[in-house]
Structure formats: C-alpha cells, structure tokens
C-alpha cells in the first residue's frame, strides 16, 4: 500500500503564491509518475502537472503553464507543486496522485485519472481575487 499525504494549501490573494507538498510512504512505493490534479465544486477532477519519478519530465495542463512548477526529492518520496500568480479560477481541491507504470512520453497519458493508482486526500487552495 501506498500513502500520500498532501499540505501546503490555503486562502491567498490573486496574484499571489503558495506551495503545495506530497509525502508519499509506503513498502511498495516505487512510481514512475508523480502527478497533481484539481478538482473545483461541480467539476471533474482535472489534471494540472506531472513528473516522471526517475527522469524528471514534466508535463503541464495549458491552464497553469507558465505560472505552476512540480518537482520532486527522490530522498523525501516528496512531490512539490509551486503555483505562482495565482488566479481566482485555480481555486480548487488539490489531489496528488501516483502511477507505478512506465508510460510512454505522450503527454496525453499523464492526464488520465484513470492511470494513477494512488490517490492523496486533497488539500484546498482558495483564491480571492
């Protein structure tokens, strides 16, 4: 089994930044994907950013290029999301989630909710503009 705990979330300002973390644990923590979705109310849960476990590609959803950043520490089992110039319309629950299989570098296949095997419990950003 594989746990994942987000942190990080919170009400900030338009404009303004916040980082949210991902602590994975678990004997059989070994993923080949890292990813972080969004789920706003009344919406489905969308993807937001990915990052390959070993190699370190990212992939990003056109909505937060730019302005959001993943990253990983191989050491910490610890996915980072730092979201920068925050809007109003990035309000959302945030889930972190993980996939232990190899994908092929299709950025397509990284959105699929239906890939990721693990799920963390979300944390709420809030964006007050």
Avoid at 13 to 25: I, T, V
């Amino acid at each position: 089994q594989v746990q994942l705990v987000e942190s990080g979330g919170g009400l900030v300002q338009a404009g303004g930044s916040l980082r949210l973390s991902c602590a994975a644990s678990g004997r059989t923590f070994s993923p080949y994907t890292m990813g972080w979705f969004r789920q706003a109310p009344g919406t489905e849960r969308a993807f937001v950013a990915a990052i390959t476990w070993s190699g370190g590609t990212t992939y990003y959803a056109d909505a937060v290029k730019g302005r959001f950043t993943i990253s990983r520490d191989n050491a910490k089992n610890t996915v980072y999301l730092q979201m920068n110039s925050l809007k109003s319309e990035d309000t959302a629950v945030y889930y972190c989630a993980s996939d232990a299989y190899w994908r092929p570098p299709i950025p397509s296949w990284y959105e699929r909710k239906r890939n990721y095997d693990y799920w963390g419990q979300g944390t709420q950003v809030t964006v007050s503009s």
